[in-house]
Nanobody, 126 residues
């Protein structure tokens, strides 16, 4: 699976961004999808995950209520809508795909994912 993120950029605190991740190469609906981020000098951290059909989602506590993950299997694309952005959300955001065993799985560990995109930079100014 090839994954290409887009939609990153510069945003002001309190603003919104929608990240997209376009997948190709395999049957997209066979994969649970996730978003991770890595800020400068910090470890990569889980942000959100969505199951193969899109009916199950899971969020890190730090983004609950401010982020929404969704997917369009007809377009082979997963999205991350981020609202009420904060400067501490500045990071490179990565999309990833996991060949999950169960239809409603929402993997949360980086090691559970098989494929990763190159990342898209999100910078939030105060």
């Amino acid at each position: 699976v090839q994954l290409v993120e887009s939609g990153g950029g510069l945003a002001q605190a309190g603003g919104s961004l929608r990240l997209s991740c376009a997948a190709s190469g395999r049957t997209f609906s066979n994969y649970g999808m996730g978003w991770f981020r890595q800020a400068p000098g910090k470890e990569r951290e889980f942000v959100a995950a969505i199951s193969r059909g899109g009916s199950a989602t899971y969020y890190a506590d730090s983004v609950k209520g401010r982020c929404r993950v969704s997917r369009d299997n007809a377009k082979n694309t997963v999205y991350l809508q981020m609202n009420s952005l904060k400067p501490e959300n500045t990071a490179v955001y990565y999309c990833c795909a996991a060949a999950t065993s169960h239809y409603f799985d929402t993997p949360r560990g980086g090691s559970e994912y098989d494929y990763w995109g190159q990342g898209t930079q999100v910078t939030v100014s105060s």
